[in-house]
């Protein structure tokens, strides 16, 4: 099925980093939404986006809509332990109603 | 509140076979969909239902169905099991759709052997 470009697949960061992840389509979406996964549980809503441009804050985590509305981004600010997990990116486009999905973020924070 | 129930947790079936899952919404969200996860495949979209209707379908073969109850229970059903339908259906509910949000549940492992 249809996937949304999510980079990078994994990164291994040291606690107290900032991070920043992406996602981008060829296809112009009217909402995202970023998500994260641990192990064992379903997809958690951390940051949801509507309009372009509009940058949203949950905490230490930030999220853009991208002005051109074909991307999105995703900072975590000072990293700790318990932000390891899957981060995913969904997106839903003007003319079909479901939810499309990246692949996922895993990240991994170095000992 | 209660969150959303998904049972069985695990389950293990042999190729050919047929499996039902199924989903128990928030106490009053009538949506209900249904996902696909395999590693590094992010979530794929199976349907979604909301009032008994089904309201939206992913690209999966018709091996793959659903319905939805009058309470908003869900049961998803995989006919003629094969080995690449090893994954954790995940299962969310919404009180009628994207703006609301969904709440997922932890997803039920399938494995086929």
């Known amino acids: 099925g249809q996937q949304l470009n999510q980079s990078p697949q994994s990164m291994f960061i040291q606690e107290g980093e900032d991070v920043s992840m992406n996602c981008t389509s060829s296809?112009?979406?009217?909402?995202w939404l970023w998500y994260k996964q641990d192990p064992g549980e379903g997809p958690v809503l951390l940051i949801a986006l509507y309009k372009a441009g509009e940058l949203t804050s949950n905490g230490r985590l930030t999220a853009q809509f991208g002005i051109t509305r074909k991307d999105s981004f995703l900072n975590i600010s000072a990293s700790i332990p318990s932000d390891v997990g899957i981060y995913f990116c969904?997106?839903?486009?003007?003319?079909?109603?479901?939810?499309?999905w990246g692949a996922g973020t895993k990240l991994i924070i170095k000992p | 509140k209660a969150g959303v129930t998904q049972t069985p947790r695990y389950l293990i079936k042999t190729r050919g076979q047929q499996v039902t899952l199924s989903c128990s919404p928030i106490?009053?969200?009538?949506?209900v969909s249904w996902y696909q996860q395999t590693p590094g495949q992010g979530l794929q979209f199976l349907f979604e239902y909301f009032s008994e209707t089904q309201r939206n379908k992913g690209n999966f073969p018709g091996r793959f169905s659903g319905r939805q109850f009058s309470n908003s229970r869900s049961e998803m059903n995989v006919s003629t099991l094969e080995l690449g339908d090893s994954a954790l259906y995940l299962c969310a509910s919404s009180l009628g759709g994207l703006r609301y949000g969904y709440t997922f549940g932890s997803g039920t492992r399938l494995t086929v052997v």
């Open positions: 296809s112009i979406f009217n909402t």
């Open positions: 969904a997106g839903q486009m003007d003319s079909n109603y479901q939810l499309i």
């Open positions: 106490s009053g969200h009538r949506s």
